[in-house]
């Protein structure tokens, strides 16, 4: 049975389900058990676009709210990973930029952004889980407790002018309206800016058979070439990549506004090895999916 892409709206093919599983992160107290919600765990892939995705995800506020679990800063190896980021970044985007202004989508405890605060670079978390947005204020981030979109943009742009970098990291694969932050993304970039983020690579997920990256928050996995397709209706290109070892293999990806940038041979070598390894195909998927089987029944013998 097939299911309609979220992005494209095309016929997305089946992979495979895990069936009915609760929420990651959902820590529920012995009371709660009888109430405690369940949705089909379930992956398909769309020929059309080459986006591989959740067929079903729980509304966003169930699992970004007052209460999330997660704090990025605990992990010191993550924090010396996004300062070396955020130093790349200054280096590369802002050397010269007068007064530069740079936001981050999904901030977090402000992580990666206290790298700006330090040199009292104007910036702006926008994080939609308040118990960590509070966590980021105190470590001196600016942070804002929204939903990112084409609203949330505009009252940013308005208040602090367009944008030279937007960033984000662990993130763009929990959003379900891709077609929302591109419209964002559009309203509050600066006409040389960046869009840059991060995510766990399909690809490094195919190679690995690491199907522990398919879970609820996670309504994507991207590609390079899926990333291309679903930005470029928004006017954005991708021109550049560059492959990173987080999260057992992750790709960071750069996207400006069509010829603001020069696109960088890191695109055209990435998109000829997904071609290679097959990341449009059925058969990838097919073979992909009897691994899972086969290692979940290792498993349990």
Not at 36 to 48: M, N, T
């Amino acid at each position: 049975m097939s299911h309609k892409c979220r992005i494209c709206n095309e016929s997305a093919l089946p992979v495979i389900s895990y069936g009915k599983m609760p929420l990651a992160n959902a820590f529920l107290t012995k009371d709660q058990f009888a109430g405690e919600y369940f949705f089909e765990l379930a992956v398909a892939h769309c020929p059309a676009c080459k986006m591989f995705q959740l067929v079903e995800q729980p509304n966003p506020e169930m699992m970004f709210h007052g209460d999330y679990a997660f704090f990025s800063g605990t992990s010191k190896k993550m924090a010396a990973h996004f300062a070396a980021k955020a130093e790349s970044h200054i280096k590369s985007f802002l050397n010269g930029k007068n007064n530069p202004f740079v936001v981050e989508l999904g901030s977090n405890d402000g992580i990666f952004l206290k790298n700006f605060a330090v040199k009292s670079i104007r910036h702006l978390g926008i994080e939609p889980s308040g118990n960590v947005a509070a966590e980021a204020c105190k470590n001196g981030v600016n942070s804002l407790v929204a939903f990112f979109g084409k609203d949330t943009a505009e009252k940013v742009r308005a208040e602090y002018g367009a944008a030279d970098i937007i960033s984000a990291a662990n993130v763009m694969c929990h959003i379900p309206d891709l077609d929302s932050v591109g419209r964002g993304v559009d309203a509050l970039l600066a006409l040389d800016g960046i869009f840059e983020f991060e995510d766990p690579y399909l690809g490094a997920m195919i190679e690995k058979t690491s199907y522990d990256q398919i879970y609820d928050e996670h309504v994507y996995i991207f590609s390079a070439q899926a990333v291309a397709n679903a930005f470029a209706r928004h006017g954005l290109e991708l021109f550049h990549v560059e492959p990173l070892q987080t999260h057992g293999g992750s790709m960071r990806y750069y996207l400006c506004r069509k010829g603001a940038h020069q696109v960088r041979g890191s695109v055209k070598e990435q998109l000829i090895w997904e071609e290679k390894l097959g990341l449009g195909r059925a058969d990838t998927y097919k073979a992909f999916a009897g691994r899972c089987r086969q290692n979940r029944e290792e498993l349990v013998s």
